[in-house]
Structure formats: C-alpha cells, structure tokens
C-alpha cells in the first residue's frame, strides 16, 4: 500500500524527471541548448497528444456548433500590422551595462511589488523604473547598473519569400495562433454556413522573442497554442463569457488536476485588444501563474482584418438579413504550461515497500502508457513467450501498451510509476499453470495503491477498457 503519499513537487525535480524518463528534452542540447526551446521526447509527444486530444474532444466534438481548424503558420505581413502586434507587442527591456543580461522591467519591477501597467508608453515607464531602479539587482551580476527602458517587440521575424535580403516587409512567425482563425472566419461562414453564436477550434504553434525564457516549459520561445474563437452578437458577450469560463474551468478538472490547485483571476491591465480578460492560474512550485487567458475581444480584431484587408467581414443574419461584425470571446490555453501543470500536479512520492518511489499519478486517459505487460524473468523462455502473446494482443486493441523484461521486477515497476502507467500486467509461472488452478491468469497491479491482484487472462481486456476509457 502507497504510505505518507504527498504532493512533494519542485521543479528541479519535474525537470529531472521529464528528461531522465523521455518526456521532454533542451532543444539542441548536443550544441549546448537554445534558450527557451525544448523538445518532446517518446513519452512527453504521447502525453502532449493525449492532452491534445482531450481539449479537441472537449472543444470539437462535444460541441455542436464548434469548427475545427488548422491554418498555415506564416501569413500575410500585413496581418500583424491589423492585428496590432507589429505597433504594440512588445516588452520593457533593459541591458546591465556591466554584464548585458537582459531584464524584463514589468517583471523585475513586480518583483518589488510595483505594477507597470501594460499600456504604459515607453516614456512613462522610464520615469517608473527611475524611481526604483536602486531597488533592482541584475539577476546575473548582481550590480544595479542598467540601461534605459526600450520597448522591445517581440515577434520573430523571417525572410520567406524574400530573395533580397534587405529585410523589408518581414513575414512574421505567428506571435499568436489565434490570427489563423480571423483570416478564416470569412471562408468558413462561407463554406460551413454556420449560425451566430459559433465557435472555431485551432491548436497551433506561436513564436515569441522572450527576453528571459524561464521556469522550463513555462516561458519559451516557441510554443503550441490551443485555442477558440467564439463569434457572437455585438454586446452578448456577458452571459456567454460566464459559460465559457465555467466551462473551461470543468475541462482542467476533467484532466485530473486538483481544483484547489485552480483559480481564476481577472486581469487589472488589459491587453491592447481585450474588454475584459481572465486567466486560469495552476499553482505551480514557484507559485500561481496563468495556464489560458479567457478574453473578451469584442469586434476588435475582425474591425481590424476588415480595415486592412478591404474584405467585409460583416455577419449577414440569415433570418433577417442584418449585417454586423460579430464579437469575439477567446479562449487560449498554452499547452506546454498544461503539460507542466499536468507533471507538477502528478508528481508524487510515497513509501512503497521500504521504500521512497516516485510516482507520476496522471489520469489514466492521459498517461503515455497505458500498460505494461512483464514476463518475471527474463531467461525463461516460456514466460517471455507467454507475456509476448499477451502483449501482442492486448496491443492490437491498446496500441500504447509496452513490453519490457529488463531488470528485475522491482525495478521494472519503479521505472513504470514514474512514466505514470496505471497497470502492470505479470506473467509468472502459474500463468502457465504451474499451479494448474491457475492457468491463463496473471497479476494485475494498481500504480496508484501498487496493490495487486490475480486475475484470468479473458477478463484482462475488457478490465483494461474500462478503466483504461478506450
Ligand atoms: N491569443 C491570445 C493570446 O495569445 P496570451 O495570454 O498572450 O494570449 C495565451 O497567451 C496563452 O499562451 C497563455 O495563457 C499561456 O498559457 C501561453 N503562453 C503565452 N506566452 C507563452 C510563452 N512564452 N511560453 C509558453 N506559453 C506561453
């Protein structure tokens, strides 16, 4: 039995752990790195596509009057002047002239419990940080020498298409995925006709030139967006913003993430684009921070599509023929922060045995693998052959389901609790009927409790099913 069970996480560890089991690795790590990019490994990609797979349903398929969408990453120049990013996306940078580490001054500032306001203009933000900056130590040097605030933008820029290599008129990587689905808000009112209020579902990739990437998956600079565009009437935002919210918050528990771990706040400094703005926050082990950003962005950004493109966005009602631009309620979630959210909340150690394990106790519908079937010892030939046959078919109905024989049984589980594999399934000599009363049975044993029982080999796939939800 699971003794002393307790939610032990450090980020230290969630790292250690997310690279010694496969899960996630420092981009171009052979080369040293790349500050703030990070790659998924055989069980972090599995993981990431459960987590995926579980907001599409939640998102896509449970709805009705919800589209799905993937739109190409690069677009139009043109694009992210409408949308406002090229002119307002931007963070307050300063350089330590003693070391040239790069400070984000909202966030050194915060530090010392002073709030600078989003909209601030690059003058007034100066005036602020004077006032404090015998206050703020360079995190490297430690010296309070900096220089002056300038706003720096952070889109990522890229030469496609340009064979000059002047720079001019850059293609942007996507400073957000959400601008896919305004630039198709027109195709599909034309091809899918569907109704106001309706909604567009997309996860797709955003680049972000951070200043300081930090907290490992928290802030990168590239990173996967999941989000929805609900289109609604002008000024029926209110009612429909609540239900989203709720919503939302219901999908987080349906991950198995613990609610008092939750909470929403409302944001104080809006967004250049945003009439009200909530995040969800997960408290992470450095603290509560925002997982997605529910915003309510009225007509803001298909007024802006429309302005630039010459393109009328405007909604025809199909019943009485009035024209409007819809409004818009967003939802976007960062899935590199879910996943860690995810790990962190998981993260266990407990006394199992004599002794301390540590086990990951994430859902089963999210979990890499989902079983996995050992013969107990690897140098009988019969037991390996037995637990293969089992594997085989347990597989062509579970296809994430592993074999493994290496090392002795102990280890074997200690290896699977930490990946967060619900079942182990051993084959052991009175699967081969050793004793004959019972032949064609196995164990089965509980990740979480680690408690094990013996059951027949035809009850095997139906319990796994059922548990499993597949
Ligand atoms: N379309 C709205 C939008 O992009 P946002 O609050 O900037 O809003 C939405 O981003 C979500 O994207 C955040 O809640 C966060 O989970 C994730 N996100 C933003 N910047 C990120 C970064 N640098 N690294 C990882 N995730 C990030």
């Not at 399934?425 to 196995?442: S, Y």
Request: aromatic share 12%; glycine share 6%.
């Amino acid at each position: 039995m699971a003794e002393n069970a307790k939610n032990t996480d450090s980020m230290e560890k969630i790292v250690s752990l997310a690279k010694r089991r496969g899960f996630v690795y420092q981009g171009s790590e052979i080369y040293g790195g790349l500050a703030g990019i990070y790659d998924f490994g055989p069980r972090g990609v599995e993981l990431l596509n459960n987590i995926k797979k579980s907001w599409w349903k939640a998102n896509v398929y449970d709805k009705e009057n919800y589209f799905g969408l993937d739109a190409g990453m690069f677009k139009h120049p043109k694009v992210w002047e409408a949308s406002g990013h090229v002119g307002g996306f931007s963070d307050p940078l300063a350089e330590c002239r003693n070391c040239n580490a790069r400070i984000r001054v909202d966030k050194e500032l915060a530090k010392i419990d002073v709030i600078a306001d989003e909209k601030m203009s690059e003058e007034d933000i100066n005036k602020l940080f004077d006032e404090y900056r015998d206050k703020i130590k360079c995190p490297n040097c430690g010296k309070k020498d900096f220089t002056r605030v300038r706003a720096f933008n952070l889109l990522v820029k890229s030469n496609l298409g340009d064979f000059t290599s002047e720079g001019n008129d850059p293609v942007y990587l996507p400073g957000e995925a959400c601008q896919g689905i305004y630039l198709d808000y027109k195709n599909i009112v034309d091809t899918m006709q569907p109704k106001i209020p309706f909604g567009v579902a997309q996860i797709g990739k955003a680049f972000r030139n951070e200043i300081s990437p930090r907290n490992f998956l928290f802030r990168t600079r590239e990173f996967e967006q999941a989000d929805t565009q609900f289109f609604i009437r002008p000024n029926e935002n209110k009612e429909a913003y609540e239900n989203i919210k709720k919503d939302r918050w219901d999908w987080y528990l349906s991950l198995g993430i613990k609610e008092e771990k939750l909470r929403f706040k409302q944001h104080d400094n809006l967004v250049f684009y945003a009439k009200d703005a909530w995040d969800i926050e997960y408290e992470f082990p450095t603290g509560f921070d925002e997982v997605e950003g529910i915003h309510d962005r009225t007509d803001y950004d298909l007024s802006q599509h429309m302005k630039f493109s010459g393109t009328d966005l405007r909604y025809t009602d199909p019943e009485t023929a009035e024209k409007y631009i819809p409004w818009i309620l967003e939802t976007s979630m960062g899935m590199g922060r879910v996943f860690l959210a995810i790990l962190c909340d998981a993260y266990h150690e407990d006394e199992m045995g004599g002794e301390t394990r540590v086990v990951l106790k994430l859902a089963p519908h999210l979990a890499p693998v989902k079983a996995a079937v050992f013969p107990l010892l690897k140098n009988k030939p019969e037991l390996v052959e037995k637990a293969r046959e089992v594997y085989a078919t347990l597989k062509k109905k579970i296809p994430q389901v592993m074999f493994d024989d290496n090392g002795n049984i102990g280890k074997r589980y200690r290896r699977q609790d930490e990946i967060g594999t619900p079942f182990c399934i051993t084959i052991d000599f009175d699967t081969l009927g050793e004793n004959p009363e019972l032949l064609n049975t196995v164990t089965l044993r509980d990740r979480d409790s680690g408690e094990q029982r013996r059951i027949h080999l035809d009850e095997l796939l139906p319990l796994l099913s059922e548990a499993l939800e597949v």
